[in-house]
């Protein structure tokens, strides 16, 4: 199984970016996929999460801003990240149950 994040980088505040998580070693469309974060000092968290039929999960911080989507057909997940501010600044990690990606960081700075 291997999960490959990409997308992350530097963004002013307001910006956007688009992670990417290429799947592979397993059936996607089956797994429920997730997106977490961890920032520096901080415990990892749930960002968002869509199942299987295409059910969406935020956390409360990033409703509004962040659109979580999948293409079964290119085993991706994405994270659509907009309204960026300096409190989103992290690494963001893909999950499909006990697995994880390498990590993208995200820094919101001006």
């Known amino acids: 199984v291997q999960l490959a994040e990409s997308g992350g980088g530097l963004v002013q505040p307001g910006g956007s970016l688009r992670l990417s998580c290429v799947a592979s070693?397993?059936?996607?469309?089956?797994?429920?996929m997730r997106w977490f974060r961890q920032a520096p000092g901080n415990e990892r968290e749930l960002v968002a999460l869509?199942?299987?039929?295409?059910?969406?999960t935020y956390l409360d911080s990033v409703k509004g801003r962040f659109t979580i989507s999948r293409d079964n057909a290119k085993n991706t997940v994405y994270l659509q990240m907009n309204s960026l501010n300096p409190e989103d600044t992290a690494v963001y990690y893909c999950?499909?149950?006990?697995?994880w990606g390498q990590g993208t960081q995200v820094t919101v700075s001006s």
């Open positions: 869509i199942g299987t039929a295409g059910g969406v």
């Open positions: 999950n499909a149950n006990s697995h």
């Open positions: 070693g397993f059936t996607f469309s089956r797994y429920v």
